[in-house]
Each structure stands twice: as structure tokens, then as C-alpha cells.
T-cell receptor, first 112, second 118 residues
Framework: DQQVKQNSPSLSVQEGRISILNCDYT??????FLWYKKYPAEGPTFLIS?????DKNEDGRFTVFLNKSAKHLSLHIVPSQPGDSAVYFC???????????FGTGTRLKVLA | DTEVTQTPKHLVMGMTNKKSLKCEQH?????MYWYKQKAKKPPELMFV???????INESVPSRFSPECPNSSLLNLHLHALQPEDSALYLC?????????????????FGPGTRLTVL
């Protein structure tokens, strides 16, 4: 049972435009969410996170939106750059645990 | 130093071999994790150590044996593995929150060890 899902396995975006990556979850106990970026032959790198008490968190070109009622979060990258081309994972966890559940990943390709 | 290092980068072993994967961090993180990642799949949690004590074992077969000899080191001992155990093994570390969990803290990942079992 996949508790965290990223339904788009891949996404192509033109350089300078907005990239929107989506993530859905089923477990209402999740209260902290993270986005990671992964290049080939490297481990995932943390990008941005959001607590369930917020609905938006922004860090430079990256913004994460959380819709708790829909159990949905999204990562917006504006403007997209070729160096953003990577696999993006969302992850979710519950306070009081060490368990992070990762989504299946979305491969983003930013075209120059 | 914000790096998690893993050795070796690649490992090929037979089903009767015994080998070990090593992970090291010097960020003062007291939670350390082993994940397994198969191709086109998300990382799957295997083990978590908190303050050098095993906190989570996600029903991993006993042919995988973790060890945390000190706060900076995490090992994964491998014995009698099967070909289906071939995967990327990722180590990660994080701070521990005042509530005694990883809540609110991101994980720092190493580059992984690519394991092939013949």
C-alpha cells in the first residue's frame, strides 16, 4: 500500500517556465512533508519542507503548497533551470517517529 | 562538514560471501538510517538507529545485520544474500528533535553503495 504517491513519473518543462510537481498521500497522521532532489549516482538532497500547520513555505525559487483537506502537496519551481533536471521525491513523516515514507518520484527535465 | 560518506561505491558479491557497507557522518547527528532503493522505486526504510541504539527494524531479513559502533559510524553487514537483494543502499543521518524523533529535521543522504549479488 503506497501511502505517498507521485502520479506523474516524468515532466518536461521549458527553461524559465514554472515546474509543478505533485504528491498525494493517504495517511492523515502525516504532519511533516519534505521534498528531495536526486541526481544519478548521488543520494537524495533535501530541498524544502512544510509542517502541517502551514499551507505554504517558500525558499528562493522553490515553494511548497500543502492542501490538508485534499491530502495533496505540490512543489513549484520558478523559474526552472536546466540544472533542476533530476528526480524529485516527496516524503512524509509523523511526529514522534523516525519513519519517512517516500513517494515514487517524478523525473523533471528542464529543456534549454 | 555536511557530508555523509559511504564505502564502497560499488560492491559485487556472491551468495556465500560476507561483506560490510560503511557509512560515516561528522555532523553530530544522533539518528542514522539505512534505506534500500531498487530501480525506479522510492527509497525503502530498513533500519534506524537513535543514539546508537536500534530504534526501527522494518522486518528486514536477518541476512542484513546493522551495527552502530559509535555516533559517527553505521555499518551494514551482509551475509548469504540473494540476487533480489541487488539494489542501491543509502545511508542517511538527521538531528534528533527534543521530542525524541526526527520530526522537523531533514535527512542528509550519502551517495549510496550499488550492490550486485550474483
Amino acid at each position: 500500500d503506497q501511502q505517498v504517491k507521485q502520479n506523474s513519473p516524468s515532466l518536461s518543462v521549458q527553461e524559465g517556465r514554472i515546474s509543478i510537481l505533485n504528491c498525494d498521500y493517504t495517511n492523515s497522521m502525516f504532519d511533516y512533508f519534505l521534498w528531495y532532489k536526486k541526481y544519478p549516482a548521488e543520494g537524495p538532497t533535501f530541498l524544502i519542507s512544510i509542517s502541517s500547520i502551514k499551507d505554504k513555505n517558500e525558499d528562493g525559487r522553490f515553494t511548497v503548497f500543502l492542501n490538508k483537506s485534499a491530502k495533496h502537496l505540490s512543489l513549484h519551481i520558478v523559474p526552472s533551470q536546466p540544472g533542476d533536471s533530476a528526480v524529485y521525491f516527496c516524503a512524509a513523516t509523523t511526529s514522534g517517529t523516525y519513519k519517512y515514507i517516500f513517494g515514487t518520484g517524478t523525473r523533471l527535465k528542464v529543456l534549454a | 562538514d555536511t557530508e555523509v560518506t559511504q564505502t564502497p561505491k560499488h560492491l559485487v558479491m556472491g551468495m556465500t560471501n560476507k561483506k560490510s557497507l560503511k557509512c560515516e557522518q561528522h555532523m553530530g547527528h544522533r539518528a542514522m538510517y539505512w534505506y534500500k532503493q531498487k530501480a525506479k522505486k522510492p527509497p525503502e526504510l530498513m533500519f534506524v538507529y537513535s543514539y546508537e541504539k536500534l530504534s526501527i527494524n522494518e522486518s528486514v531479513p536477518s541476512r542484513f545485520s546493522p551495527e552502530c559502533p559509535n555516533s559517527s559510524l553505521l555499518n551494514l553487514h551482509l551475509h548469504a544474500l540473494q540476487p533480489e537483494d541487488s539494489a542501491l543502499y543509502l545511508c542517511a543521518s538527521s538531528l534528533v528533535s527534543t521530542s525524541g524523533s526526527s520530526f522537523g529535521n531533514e535527512q542528509f543522504f550519502g551517495p549510496g553503495t550499488r550492490l550486485t549479488v550474483l
